[in-house]
């Protein structure tokens, strides 16, 4: 069974950082691309980042303009999301996930291969203040 620790989320004023981060146990982590995916009440879901399983290429939404740095560590089986020069407009759930990266950038599933994105845990909330 896939057990996910999720943290990092929280309150943060306009041009603070975050770091998120998900932990896994249970899934051969290395076998796959990871990323975020972020919801906001309201709107519909946005692919934030993703990174190769071997952690050497990585995507990023158009909106992230080199604010955010994805990261993983295979060793610890862990997940990272650095944000920093955070805007409101940041403010959403941010979700772990499992799926090729075009998956997760596009945040829908590519009907070219139909893999599916696979969510974990049950997010991480960043707010943003102005």
């Known amino acids: 069974q896939v057990q996910v620790v999720e943290s990092g989320g929280g309150l943060v004023q306009t041009g603070g950082s975050l770091r998120l981060s998900c932990a896994f146990s249970g899934l051969k982590f290395d076998d796959y691309a990871m990323g975020w995916i972020r919801q906001a009440p309201g709107k519909e879901r946005e692919g934030v980042a993703c990174i190769s399983w071997s952690g050497k290429s990585t995507y990023y939404g158009d909106f992230v303009n080199g604010r955010f740095t994805i990261s993983r560590d295979n060793a610890e089986n862990t997940l990272y999301l650095q944000m920093s020069r955070l805007k409101p407009e940041d403010t959403a759930m941010y979700y772990c996930?499992?799926?090729?990266?075009?998956?997760?950038?596009?945040?829908?599933?590519?009907?070219?291969?139909?893999?599916?994105?696979?969510?974990w845990g049950r997010g991480t909330q960043v707010t943003v203040s102005s």
């Open positions: 996930v499992t799926a090729p990266c075009d998956t997760v950038i596009a945040a829908k599933v590519n009907p070219a291969n139909g893999e599916p994105i696979r969510y």
